[in-house]
């Protein structure tokens, strides 16, 4: 239906478009990015960028693997500005929303997850956040399944031990 | 696997008590909105422009390659200004008589250079044979004349020497 509306040159594929990714990148992306602002603004540049390229989207294989593609893409550049202009980098930190209750190691486990390597807090956070198999994970980051399921585990692993006196 | 799925779970009930949060409807709004904008200036007869376009811009880039090269050229052979007559009208030696032959931009090379070196050599000699001929002058009008014997019309053998002829 999306590839059809974009076959036709429809803007009604906009909508489509956001129904249908804009959760996940918006997941994905805060993951990436750590902050919700920052998400946000891509996001936007992500939905610029794919509407500019519609053209090859609607021809696309595997519309999610280029979509994720573009989102990657757009992701580093933004964070190379961002790291210019660090001032705006502190005040963020609203990513993740955790338990307010004062038992709940919530404050920690953001953190935690924060300075978990990206690459192993995406997986993480699509497979938890996003409830995605490694299957999906794999077709949207163009990587092997082993690869994705590998990168779970090495970084719930560093949780454990980044979490480990905190009672589970 | 299992042993891990269950080392893992109370890890991951601790991570799905915290959520990413859902894009409100005011970003719905504003991305989408600038989404359609980015459509509308994006018209639909872009496919066929994009070939088109690298094709003039590939072609423009020729035409000013081939100036350049060009006027490069002119350029290097106004500054360039004919070496002396003696240069010019010299000889072909015999390198330029021989066949084609391997390394024969090297070879050209070293004929050049002997050319040159030919020609220093000459002014040289002709300098020389000058100071030669003023050095004679001058002994000639001072009226010194070498001895061609010595006096006393013995000979310059030595005693010793001096039937050595009878062994011929």
Known sequence: MLQAALMRDDPAAVELLWDRYANDLLAFLKCVLCSIHDAEDVLQMVFVRIVRKRHKLAKARCLEAYVYKIARNEAPGWIRRRKRDRAVRAADESWLVVPKSPDEPGEKLRAALARLPQEQREVIVMKIYRQKTFLEISGFLELPQSTVASRYRYGMEKLRIMLENITL | ?168
């Open chain 2, 1 to 168: 696997m299992k042993d891990e799925h269950s080392e893992n779970w109370p890890l991951e009930n601790l991570l799905t008590r915290a959520h990413v949060p859902e894009p409100s409807p005011q970003l719905k709004q504003r991305i989408t909105a600038e989404a359609r904008k980015a459509w509308d200036q994006t018209s639909a007869d872009i496919p066929w422009q994009i070939p088109l376009r690298r094709l003039v811009a590939s072609a423009a880039a020729a035409v000013l390659i081939i100036w350049l090269a060009n006027f490069s050229s002119d350029y290097t052979l106004a500054q360039w200004r004919p070496g002396s007559a003696c240069v010019a009208t010299q000889q072909p030696t015999d390198f330029d008589m021989l066949p084609e032959m391997p390394y024969g931009p090297f070879a050209k090379h070293m004929v050049l250079v002997d050319r040159r070196s030919r020609v220093i050599d000459a002014s040289a000699l002709s300098d020389y044979v000058e100071s030669v001929r003023r050095l004679l002058d001058e002994t000639e009008q001072n009226g010194v004349s070498t001895p061609l014997a010595p006096p006393g019309g013995s000979s310059r053998l030595a005693p010793g020497r001096a039937d050595a002829r009878s062994y011929s």
